[in-house]
């Protein structure tokens, strides 16, 4: 009998899967068992994931057994196919939102990020990125106001504006993925928190299945007491068909929700004090904006739900053949 150890998935590369335990990195591929078993794509291991492995006799190598429920899931959908949920990064504590301070800047996409993050259950943190090229930096602090509950850092890979305070939450436990469009600096910006612990990347940055590096897959990396995850630059990030419109109400609703008495007002018409239904009185807002905003919330709010049933069902199914 081989002995069966716990890891935490860190590269996924095609079906093999390299998982960092006590013994090392081994790779990984599911076992025969589990691909029959699996419900779903997205239910194969991803970068974040905690799960149970069997080494084998060969070295370094492993087969993995299970995928341990999972607290938090960034996922991608793709619009009109509802089981189609690419799982991007797992158990993760906090979305570092990464756009650049330049003609790249662009609002719609930002909105789409933060929904996603809002959803996974993690905590979004926007990262403004290449402040060293910025002349202006007042407009996108200005556009930024729509998300008024969410925190942003302005940072710079080149001169070190702000890796400092970004490190710091970089807590023991703490798994940060940083996701953003392609080319807004996050692998450079991975790069320089780890320089700035004096640490060789090279020697960090994970190997594909044939030990070359590679930048191209997700993957897991130490930094500080915590973990990072970088992610591949997205070129979209959909999350539902009628997006244009989701966005233009998510941002009204936000915007106005800064002046709601309550920090965590509902918005519902019986509450004092709510910016946003004194909005619809005087009609600034009118009441689909408001339902459509409702019906957003909503959905992502099923959409977890229906994440964790699946989870409870995965449960049953394997408990049930580990008693035949
Ligand atoms: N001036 C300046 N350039 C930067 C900064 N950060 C990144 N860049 C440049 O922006 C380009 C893209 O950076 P990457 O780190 O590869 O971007 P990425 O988000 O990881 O892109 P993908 O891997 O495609 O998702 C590179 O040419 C970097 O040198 C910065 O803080 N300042
Ligand atoms: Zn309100």
Same mark, same amino acid.
């Not at 925190?151 to 710091?168: F, P, T």
């Not at 023991?172 to 780890?194: C, D, F, P, Q, R």
């Given at each position: ?11 996924? /590369?095609?079906?093999? !899967? ?16 589990? &691909? ?7 239910? !194969? ?19 993995? /057994? ?8 960034? +996922? ?35 909105? &789409? !990020? ?5 959803? +996974? ?38 001169? @070190? ?38 640490? &060789? ?15 191209? /897959? ?16 997205? &070129? ?30 509902? /918005? ?14 005087? @009609? ?41």
């Amino acid at each position: 009998m081989n002995r069966i150890i716990n890891g935490r998935v860190v590269l996924v /590369h095609k079906r093999m !899967y390299r998982v960092a335990t006590s013994y090392g990195e081994i790779l990984c591929t599911v076992s025969g068992k589990f &691909r029959y078993q699996v419900l779903s794509l997205a239910a !194969y291991p991803a970068v974040g994931d905690y799960v149970e492995l069997e080494l084998q006799a060969q070295e370094n190598k492993g087969v993995i /057994h299970q995928v341990l429920p999972r607290k938090s899931v960034f +996922s991608r959908h793709h619009a009109g196919m509802k089981t189609d949920e690419q799982v991007i990064a797992t158990n993760i504590d906090m979305l570092w939102i990464v756009t650049s301070m330049n003609e790249d800047f662009n609002m719609a996409r930002l909105q &789409r !990020y933060v929904i996603g993050a809002k959803q +996974s259950g993690a905590i979004p943190f926007i990262v403004l990125t290449k402040a060293d090229e910025c002349h202006d930096i007042a407009p996108f602090i200005q556009s930024l106001r729509t998300f008024h509950t969410m925190d942003y850092e302005i940072v710079s890979a080149i001169n @070190g504006q702000g890796l400092q305070r970004l490190h710091k939450f970089l807590q023991e436990g703490i798994t940060v993925a940083v996701v953003g469009s392609s080319g807004v600096g996050k692998s450079t910006l991975v790069n320089a928190l780890l320089q700035q612990e004096k640490m &060789r990347t090279s020697e960090i940055r994970a190997k594909d299945a044939m030990g070359r590096h590679t930048t191209t /897959h997700r993957e897991l990396i130490a930094v500080g007491q915590g973990c990072i995850i970088d992610t591949p630059g997205m &070129r979209e990030l959909q999350l539902w068909a009628n997006e244009e419109e989701i966005t233009t109400n998510f941002e009204e609703v936000e915007r106005l929700s800064a002046s709601c008495q309550f920090r965590d007002c509902t /918005h519902q018409a019986t509450i004092k004090g709510c910016a946003v239904q004194q909005a619809i009185k005087d @009609g600034e807002l009118a009441e689909t904006q408001l339902k459509s905003y409702f019906k957003m919330q909503r959905e992502a709010q099923l959409q977890m739900k229906r994440r964790q049933e699946q989870e409870r069902i995965n449960d049953r199914k394997r408990n049930k053949r580990k008693r035949l």
